[in-house]
Nanobody, 121 residues
Framework: QVQLVESGGGLVQAGGSLRLSCAAS????????MGWFRQAPGKEREFVAD????????NYADSVKGRFTISRDTAKDTVYLQMNSLKPEDTAVYYC??????????????WGQGTQVTVSS
């Protein structure tokens, strides 16, 4: 089992940047595909980005492609989400997720508690 703790959320103006971090503990970080999802008020949770267990492959939702970058640091057991050119519609609770597989599935086994990102116009 792996525990996930997100940090880095906050309030930012449109056009600004934030970097989210997700620290993993409990099992070998390199055994897990990792990803980020988000949930805005009144909406369903949606996929944002993921990164393969090896770190060689990444995927992004069309809505964030070109603005967000996912990465992982095996030495720190941490996955990051660099968010640039933020828009008010990026406002949501962002959740880190993990799967003990080479690629993240649509229903990851493990979730963090979430971190709030608010983008003001």
């Amino acid at each position: 089992q792996v525990q996930l703790v997100e940090s880095g959320g906050g309030l930012v103006q449109a056009g600004g940047s934030l970097r989210l971090s997700c620290a993993a503990s409990g099992r070998t970080f390199s055994s897990y595909a990792m990803g980020w999802f988000r949930q805005a008020p009144g909406k369903e949770r949606e996929f944002v980005a993921d990164i393969s267990r090896s770190g060689s492959r990444t995927n992004y939702a069309d809505s964030v492609k070109g603005r967000f970058t996912i990465s992982r640091d095996t030495a720190k057991d941490t996955v990051y989400l660099q968010m640039n050119s933020l828009k008010p519609e990026d406002t949501a609770v962002y959740y880190c997720a993990a799967d003990p597989k080479s690629e993240l599935t649509t229903t990851p086994d493990y979730w963090g508690q979430g971190t709030q990102v608010t983008v003001s116009s």
